[in-house]
């Protein structure tokens, strides 16, 4: 079997990459994990770690990167409220090791390997995360936006056992839609990782702390689908459609989900539909081929494959 | 998302429009240094290339356990691993079973792995990210690494013609026989390397144009360099500009007369320009030196189909067996198939091509 579990990479690969992912979600860190070890030295040789009883604030930047010293100086002019904490600048492979403000006082460490910025799944720079003395992390700040200065407080507050501003400290996000974020994006990772069981648990609990997030609840529909659940996937998209009646994405679940349950004139309809009024139709062309393939229908079924490369190429899911 | 949009638009017309990004070696040539190849290996480690290297010869196989010709490259591998103090050679397998292997194809390669007593590690290539990411085109693909650490040889496949060579070649590098007069790789400046991999960022955003000029100024630096020219011939046949990227893929055999995906670039830009006798008669030219290169395979069939010619399948099946990973050769069947008559073969093949390029979008890159 060349392809092993490729119906399943398919079934969630569309809407792993539809659903708009928040900057902080890409990260692999969430607030509570536990903070990777930093495998490089500093400029000096020295090791660089975090915790043992002192806050730290990593600050993950580009050399000649204008956002990356502006965070710098940004850090720098928090003097007050960095007291007592450790202060420790990475630096990217991608560029130089930056020159620090005068006043900004930082272990500097060239992860030259990316080592780092691969354990704590940097994506972008300037980031910055917070740890606490614990080496628990307690916040992780994409960019370095106007609301920073705060955020960075609210962290640091956290981590020093003061009260802080929840709402600054997950930049706006309620408890539940932090929770429903961090579960979503485990489940994602999870089914990248083709633990469809464990990823549709996280999905259906990411569905549970954020009813209103239509995107758990498409992965929901999806991983059902592609665990062979598809009664329920059906319940599940139906119910999307019933609150939000033209989710496009919800239509194709649904068409898929009554083609696997025997639905198959409604189903047709519908997906056929989807291939004329959606601009994302190729799961619609892929499931109407399958079927067409399955009804022994063979230029029916070349011609919605067609559509659907042709598609893939345009860029379109 | 706007973003990931200009990305999947940018990118996959890149991507797909050529099978040369996704499948041939293409940011690799003699002389370059490898890019790390870490993972986890079969039995639950951890593997990482720059373990095994440092020595006088590193080789790194990509294969899988549907290859044919997989087996026995591993087994001549081995032997000759054996043969060798552990100092002198270092040897990683990556194999490229699937994109989401199941528990049924690990336990598979394990067996393998252990019956045939590999000495040597073996990364399970998940998400094919390696795969992609060296642009492997076809199955097993080699790399030879010398003592500095840098591409001494690529083997694609594994040809009749062609494998004693890079064995004799590793020979050379272990200093069990003298050195042939081959032409030293040279040592390319890593400002192209550097100008290359930020016109490939550029693209992803959108940037073509400036993406051209950064792979010009790569030109500039290093004549010798065809990642940048290969990278330029595609940019170009993607935006539907025939003659410019004829005239890179030209600059690239200029300088590589012999390079497989150049030959393979100029041909889609003959194709591009009408002229389908030309780009067979190059393709045909490319076969020859290179017969294990499924993508000149797969083109060329696909033009003898389009001619009515029975050889067409033939190759455009062979080129699958080489490599049944690439969405673009299984496309090229697909359409073989329903040009030859047959409907039913045509549709598997196709959407066997749709299931590749939506999967193939889950690790990106």
């Given at each position: 079997?060349v392809?092993?579990?490729?119906?399943?990479?398919?079934?969630?690969?569309?809407?792993?990459?539809?659903?708009?992912?928040?900057?902080?979600?890409?990260?692999?860190?969430?607030?509570?994990?536990?903070?990777?070890?930093?495998?490089?030295?500093?400029?000096?040789?020295?090791?660089?770690?975090?915790?043992g009883?002192?806050?730290?604030?990593?600050l993950?930047?580009?050399?000649?990167q204008?956002?990356?010293?502006?965070?710098?100086?940004?850090?720098?002019?928090l003097?007050?409220?960095?007291?007592?904490?450790?202060?420790?600048?990475?630096?990217?492979?991608?560029?130089?090791?930056?020159?620090?403000?005068?006043?900004?006082?930082?272990?500097?460490?060239?992860?030259?390997?990316?080592?780092?910025?691969?354990?704590?799944?940097?994506?972008?720079?300037?980031?910055?995360?917070?740890?606490?003395?614990?080496?628990?992390?307690?916040?992780?700040?994409?960019?370095?936006?106007?609301?920073?200065?705060?955020?960075?407080?609210?962290?640091?507050?956290?981590?020093?056992?003061?009260?802080?501003?929840?709402?600054?400290?997950?930049?706006?996000?309620?408890?539940?839609?932090?929770?429903?974020?961090?579960?979503?994006?485990?489940?994602?990772?999870?089914?990248?990782?083709?633990?469809?069981?464990?990823?549709?648990?996280?999905?259906?609990?990411?569905?549970?702390?954020?009813?209103g997030?239509?995107?758990?609840?498409?992965?929901?529909?999806?991983?059902?689908?592609?665990?062979?659940?598809?009664?329920?996937?059906?319940a599940?998209?139906?119910?999307?459609?019933?609150?939000?009646?033209?989710?496009?994405?919800?239509?194709?679940?649904?068409?898929?989900?009554?083609?696997?349950?025997?639905?198959?004139?409604?189903?047709?309809?519908?997906?056929?539909?989807?291939?004329?009024?959606?601009?994302?139709?190729?799961?619609?062309?892929?499931?109407?081929?399958?079927?067409?393939?399955?009804?022994s229908?063979?230029?029916?079924?070349?011609?919605?494959?067609?559509?659907?490369?042709?598609?893939?190429?345009?860029?379109?899911? | 998302?706007?973003?990931?949009?200009?990305?999947?638009?940018?990118?996959?017309?890149?991507?797909?429009?050529?099978?040369?990004?996704?499948?041939?070696?293409?940011?690799?040539?003699?002389?370059?240094?490898?890019?790390?190849?870490?993972?986890?290996?079969?039995?639950?480690?951890?593997?990482h290339?720059?373990?095994h290297?440092?020595?006088?010869?590193?080789?790194?196989?990509?294969?899988?356990?549907?290859?044919?010709?997989?087996?026995?490259?591993?087994?001549?591998?081995?032997?000759?691993?054996?043969?060798?103090?552990?100092?002198?050679?270092?040897?990683v397998?990556?194999?490229?079973?699937?994109?989401?292997?199941?528990?049924?194809?690990?336990?598979?390669?394990?067996?393998?792995?252990?019956a045939?007593?590999?000495?040597?590690?073996?990364?399970?290539?998940?998400?094919?990210?390696?795969?992609?990411?060296?642009?492997?085109?076809?199955?097993?693909?080699?790399?030879?690494?010398?003592?500095?650490?840098?591409?001494?040889?690529?083997?694609?496949?594994?040809?009749?013609?062609?494998?004693?060579?890079?064995?004799?070649?590793?020979?050379?590098?272990?200093?069990?026989?003298?050195?042939?007069?081959?032409?030293?790789?040279?040592?390319?400046?890593?400002?192209?390397?550097?100008?290359?991999?930020?016109?490939?960022?550029?693209?992803?955003?959108?940037?073509?144009?400036?993406?051209?000029?950064?792979?010009?100024?790569?030109?500039?630096?290093?004549?010798d360099?065809?990642?940048?020219?290969?990278?330029?011939?595609?940019?170009h046949?993607?935006?539907?500009?025939?003659?410019?990227?004829?005239?890179?893929?030209?600059?690239?055999?200029?300088?590589?007369?012999?390079?497989?995906?150049?030959?393979?670039?100029?041909?889609?830009?003959?194709?591009?320009?009408?002229?389908?006798?030309?780009?067979?008669?190059?393709?045909?030219?490319?076969?020859?030196?290179?017969?294990d290169?499924?993508?000149?395979?797969?083109?060329?069939?696909?033009?003898e189909?389009?001619?009515?010619?029975?050889?067409?399948?033939?190759?455009?099946?062979?080129?699958?067996?080489?490599?049944?990973?690439?969405?673009?050769?299984?496309?090229?069947?697909?359409?073989?198939?329903?040009?030859?008559?047959?409907?039913?073969?045509?549709?598997?093949?196709?959407?066997?091509?749709?299931?590749?390029?939506?999967?193939?979008?889950?690790?990106?890159?």
């Amino acid at each position: 079997m060349v392809h092993g579990n490729l119906r399943f990479c398919v079934a969630v690969a569309a809407l792993l990459l539809l659903v708009a992912t928040p900057a902080t979600a890409r990260f692999r860190l969430h607030r509570g994990d536990v903070a990777p070890a930093i495998p490089v030295a500093d400029t000096d040789g020295q090791p660089v770690t975090t915790g043992g009883a002192t806050t730290s604030v990593l600050l993950f930047v580009r050399g000649g990167q204008a956002r990356s010293d502006h965070l710098l100086t940004a850090v720098a002019a928090l003097k007050e409220t960095r007291r007592g904490t450790r202060t420790v600048v990475v630096a990217s492979p991608r560029g130089p090791v930056p020159a620090l403000p005068a006043e900004l006082s930082a272990v500097v460490a060239h992860d030259a390997q990316g080592a780092t910025f691969k354990a704590y799944g940097v994506v972008m720079t300037p980031t910055t995360v917070v740890v606490d003395g614990a080496g628990k992390v307690v916040a992780v700040i994409a960019g370095v936006g106007q609301d920073f200065g705060g955020r960075l407080g609210a962290a640091l507050d956290a981590a020093a056992g003061r009260p802080y501003n929840e709402v600054l400290l997950t930049g706006g996000e309620s408890p539940a839609a932090a929770q429903a974020r961090g579960e979503l994006e485990r489940a994602r990772l999870l089914a990248a990782d083709g633990k469809s069981e464990e990823a549709l648990a996280a999905a259906k609990a990411a569905a549970a702390a954020a009813p209103g997030e239509i995107a758990a609840r498409l992965l929901v529909g999806e991983l059902l689908l592609a665990t062979g659940a598809s009664g329920e996937a059906r319940a599940d998209f139906e119910q999307i459609l019933k609150d939000h009646p033209r989710q496009p994405q919800a239509e194709i679940g649904l068409g898929r989900a009554l083609l696997a349950t025997g639905e198959e004139k409604r189903a047709v309809e519908l997906l056929k539909k989807a291939t004329r009024t959606n601009p994302n139709p190729v799961r619609a062309h892929y499931a109407l081929g399958r079927y067409y393939e399955g009804q022994s229908r063979w230029d029916e079924a070349v011609a919605e494959y067609r559509a659907a490369v042709a598609k893939l190429k345009e860029g379109r899911r | 998302m706007r973003r990931l949009r200009r990305w999947l638009v940018w990118s996959l017309v890149v991507l797909l429009a050529s099978p040369g990004l996704a499948n041939g070696f293409s940011r690799l040539m003699a002389g370059m240094e490898l890019p790390a190849v870490d993972g986890e290996s079969i039995d639950g480690g951890s593997v990482h290339l720059s373990d095994h290297t440092g020595k006088r010869a590193t080789v790194v196989v990509f294969w899988a356990t549907w290859s044919d010709n997989s087996l026995p490259a591993l087994r001549r591998l081995a032997a000759y691993k054996e043969a060798i103090a552990s100092g002198d050679l270092g040897v990683v397998s990556v194999n490229v079973e699937a994109q989401a292997p199941t528990d049924v194809e690990r336990a598979k390669v394990a067996q393998v792995a252990a019956a045939e007593h590999l000495p040597f590690p073996v990364i399970l290539d998940r998400g094919l990210d390696r795969f992609h990411r060296f642009g492997v085109v076809a199955v097993p693909s080699t790399i030879l690494l010398g003592g500095d650490g840098r591409v001494a040889e690529l083997l694609i496949g594994y040809p009749l013609v062609g494998r004693d060579g890079f064995f004799r070649h590793l020979d050379e590098l272990l200093g069990k026989v003298p050195k042939a007069a081959r032409p030293a790789a040279k040592v390319l400046p890593k400002a192209a390397v550097r100008l290359t991999h930020l016109a490939e960022r550029l693209l992803v955003r959108d940037r073509h144009a400036v993406a051209l000029e950064k792979l010009a100024e790569a030109e500039r630096i290093a004549p010798d360099f065809l990642p940048a020219y290969r990278l330029a011939a595609r940019i170009h046949l993607a935006a539907g500009d025939a003659k410019a990227a004829a005239a890179a893929a030209n600059r690239c055999l200029a300088t590589a007369s012999e390079d497989a995906e150049c030959l393979l670039l100029a041909a889609r830009a003959q194709v591009a320009e009408g002229d389908g006798a030309g780009a067979r008669a190059r393709l045909a030219g490319c076969v020859e030196q290179h017969p294990d290169y499924a993508a000149c395979l797969a083109l060329l069939g696909s033009l003898e189909v389009k001619g009515g010619e029975a050889t067409g399948l033939d190759r455009l099946t062979r080129a699958v067996a080489l490599n049944p990973l690439d969405p673009d050769i299984q496309e090229l069947l697909g359409e073989g198939r329903v040009a030859a008559g047959d409907p039913k073969g045509g549709a598997g093949a196709l959407r066997r091509a749709v299931e590749l390029r939506m999967a193939s979008r889950l690790g990106g890159p």
